[in-house]
């Protein structure tokens, strides 16, 4: 038996369509973070090894590597599947909502958290293809609700929108504090 054929048997397993792109970019994230513990983590002296702020980032870490390495490995040697680019075509498409959550951060401070997080909900439902006034009713309830709980009642601290500086002086204490 030759040593492809060997490692062949020995990772066989069922890959799907983009396996060898994500353990390749899984190896590579995993070496990276293993590269940046030194920088990232600290082993103290006098401290007993259990107790070290840098053992579980660690094991973790290479834990990651080694599994990324097998999970690479059995992927070089299962056989080609067709399909590998649209999937990772597929993969890249959800970058699209993460370009939403970075103008969601930009606009709170701007817009407000009350304001900014309905409209962002009823964008996002509308996006995903919600379009009954029942779906569109609990959205807007739902997203009333995270604000009003998040800033008003946990008072988790979230930056107050410039546009509630041109509301009048007792709706603005109340915007500023609670929306």
Known sequence: MTRIKFFQELFQRYRRPGDKVFAIAFLLFALFLL???GEQTQWVKRTKWFAQPSLWPTIA???MAVFGAFHALGSFVSPRIP???TEVVFWLRSLEYVLYFLIYV???PLCGYLP???VFALFLALRAG???KQAL???VLFAFSVAIIFRGFLQVK???GQIYNHLPDALRAFALTYL
């Open 35 to 37: 590269s940046q513990l």
């Open 61 to 63: 870490v290479c834990g």
């Open 83 to 85: 399909g590998r680019w």
């Open 106 to 108: 930009v606009l709170v």
């Open 116 to 118: 900014t997080t309905l």
């Open 130 to 132: 919600f379009r009954s």
């Open 137 to 139: 009713g609990l959205v």
């Open 158 to 160: 979230i930056p107050a």
